[in-house]
């Protein structure tokens, strides 16, 4: 074999090597942005989610509060939308409807106070959990929760549970 084609074989084994490692940082790079956006979009969709139920509970509208959660549930990708009583809330405002209960872990640990997110993998694919604990305070985004919730400043009332999943649009990218 002459000198030049060992050269441009070499040359050709860099280049191949080079291309392949772009890719895959290039795939890497794109799995991780789309994780993140889909993690804020879901992490928004829950802090609206509960903006909306706190203006319905200061005009008095909590009866139409299953009109917001059909509508979120409508959405292609929203699996689940709930919010949660906690304990406190339970006892002075009654169970709520059955959807309110904790009803695994990660409820639990929302309600402990914890934010949660988490990937799942379920009987509708992977999707994407977001549990944020509700807390009482004094200056709730203009809100005085202490002035309808008689609790501790900081207490945790409840939490907002959105489920999300970019599997059935074929949005959330393969791989680790």
């Not at 895959?24 to 993140?36: N, Q």
């Not at 829950?46 to 509508?71: C, E, H, P, V, W």
């Not at 904790?102 to 988490?118: F, K, N, Q, T, Y």
Request: hydrophobic share 40%; proline share 2%.
């Amino acid at each position: 074999m002459k000198i030049a084609a060992k050269i441009n074989l070499t040359l050709l084994a860099v280049f191949v090597t080079v291309l392949i490692a772009s890719l895959w940082h290039s795939f890497k790079s794109t799995h991780s942005l789309v994780e993140s956006a889909i993690t804020q979009q879901t992490t928004d969709m829950a802090d609206s989610y509960f903006d909306t139920i706190n203006a319905m509970m200061l005009t008095g509208n909590m009866t139409n509060r299953q009109i917001l959660q059909k509508k979120l549930l409508e959405r292609p990708n929203v699996l689940e939308a709930r919010i949660i009583r906690g304990e406190g809330i339970a006892k002075l405002f009654g169970a709520g409807f059955e959807d309110q209960k904790p009803v695994d872990e990660l409820d639990r640990r929302a309600l402990a106070g914890e934010a949660v997110i988490e990937d799942v993998d379920g009987e509708e694919g992977s999707y994407l959990t977001v549990v944020t604990p509700l807390r009482a305070s004094a200056d709730y985004r203009g809100t005085n929760c202490l002035l309808c919730h008689q609790v501790p400043e900081g207490t945790v009332l409840g939490a907002v549970r959105v489920s999300y999943s970019a599997d059935r649009h074929g949005e959330r990218s393969e791989g680790g």
